[in-house]
Antibody, heavy 113, light 107 residues
Framework: QVQLQQWGAGLLKPSETLSLTCAVY????????WSWIRQPPGKGLEWIGE???????NYNPSLKSRIVISVDTSKSHLSLRLNSVTAADTAVYYC???????WGQGTLVTVSS | SSDLTQDPAVSVALGQTVRITCQGD??????PNWFQQKPGQAPILVIH???NRPSGIPDRFSGSTSGNTASLTITGAQAEDEADYYC??????????FGTGTKVTVL
């Protein structure tokens, strides 16, 4: 059974860089699209971006200038980096596989001075 | 506009049928997905690409589209169906957009 396990720093100061990892267990990371999604506390879901099977990325225009999504196939890791964070970036961040059929458990990232 | 609009909340009596709608221009060109999210949990895909149920999703969940509106129907709602529901689809720029979400209460 394929599982996605996420981790990363949960508390950041404004202007720092958010860095999250999503590990794929029990299956391959290759051959799929992978997305990151976030959800501010008490609010709805926001798509952050995706990386396709060829490694091409597609980012939400509202975040495009600050984000990098990458895949390390040797480790079966999906990564998200979001720089220059502010309080508005406080959210639960999720990774998800192709078609959103499989989700990570979510990581709460809080930005506070 | 690439927005997907949902009613904020709906309620349904136990065992009855409820329809949740999602409206947006992107739905004229792209098939929707539907997600169920319970408090403190990650979303779960309940309908994939308009009307396909992933393995393990009860057949009381069904989806449809008409023009710029997608619908998720729960036929014979159960107490465990009480949750937030979100639609999503690609938009005309190739990005994904999520709906505003609907809170379903089972009475």
């Amino acid at each position: 059974q394929v599982q996605l396990q996420q981790w990363g720093a949960g508390l950041l100061k404004p202007s720092e860089t958010l860095s999250l990892t999503c590990a794929v267990y029990g299956g391959s990371i290759e051959g799929y699209y992978w997305s990151w999604i976030r959800q501010p506390p008490g609010k709805g879901l926001e798509w952050i971006g995706e990386i396709n099977r060829r490694g091409t990325t597609n980012y939400n225009p509202s975040l495009k200038s600050r984000i990098v999504i990458s895949v390390d196939t040797s480790k079966s890791h999906l990564s998200l980096r979001l720089n220059s964070v502010t309080a508005a970036d406080t959210a639960v961040y999720y990774c998800a596989r192709d078609g959103f059929e499989l989700w990570g458990q979510g990581t709460l990232v809080t930005v506070s001075s | 506009s690439s927005d997907l609009t949902q009613d904020p909340a709906v309620s349904v009596a136990l065992g009855q049928t409820v329809r949740i709608t999602c409206q947006g221009d992107s739905l004229k060109n792209f098939l929707p997905n539907w997600f169920q999210q319970k408090p403190g949990q990650a979303p779960i895909l309940v309908i994939h690409l308009r009307n396909n149920r992933p393995s393990g999703i009860p057949d009381r969940f069904s989806g449809s589209t008409s023009g710029n509106t997608a619908s998720l129907t729960i036929t014979g709602a159960q107490a465990e169906d009480e949750a937030d529901y979100y639609c999503n689809s690609r938009d005309n720029s190739g990005f994904y957009v999520f709906g505003t979400g609907t809170k379903v209460t089972v009475l």
